[in-house]
């Protein structure tokens, strides 16, 4: 089992910045690609971003591309999700989740799931 925990939400202004960070821990020996989703009220869970073991590949999401980054320190099981130019429409439940599979956008490809951070972002 591989436990997931996030930190780092808040309430934020439009145009500002924040740092999401997700600490594993646990059975981590494997090479898990670990992602990002999020979920707004009333929405479905949405992919926003995801990152391989190596840190050589990452997929973003459309509408994060050019504001977030990912990144990673297996010395350390975290995984980072730099959020600037905040915008409203940003403003969910983040998760971290780590799966065995290449970084997808699909949520049944992920085994692990932490409890979530909310990001407010305020217009």
């Known amino acids: 089992q591989v436990q997931l925990l996030e930190s780092g939400g808040g309430l934020v202004q439009a145009g500002g910045s924040l740092r999401l960070s997700c600490a594993a821990s646990?059975?981590?020996?494997?090479?898990?690609?670990m992602g990002w989703f999020r979920q707004a009220p009333g929405k479905g869970r949405e992919f926003v971003a995801a990152?391989?073991?190596?840190?050589?590949?990452?997929k973003f999401a459309d509408s994060v591309k050019g504001r977030f980054t990912i990144s990673r320190d297996n010395a350390k099981n975290t995984v980072h999700l730099q959020m600037n130019s905040l915008k409203p429409e940003d403003t969910a439940v983040y998760y971290c989740?780590?799966?065995?599979?290449?970084?997808?956008?699909?949520?049944?490809?992920?085994?692990?799931w932490g409890q979530g951070t909310q990001v407010t972002v305020s217009s």
């Open positions: 646990g059975r981590t020996g494997s090479t898990y690609t």
């Open positions: 989740a780590a799966g065995l599979s290449r970084p997808s956008i699909l949520t049944g490809l992920y085994n692990y």
């Open positions: 990152i391989t073991w190596s840190g050589g590949t990452t």
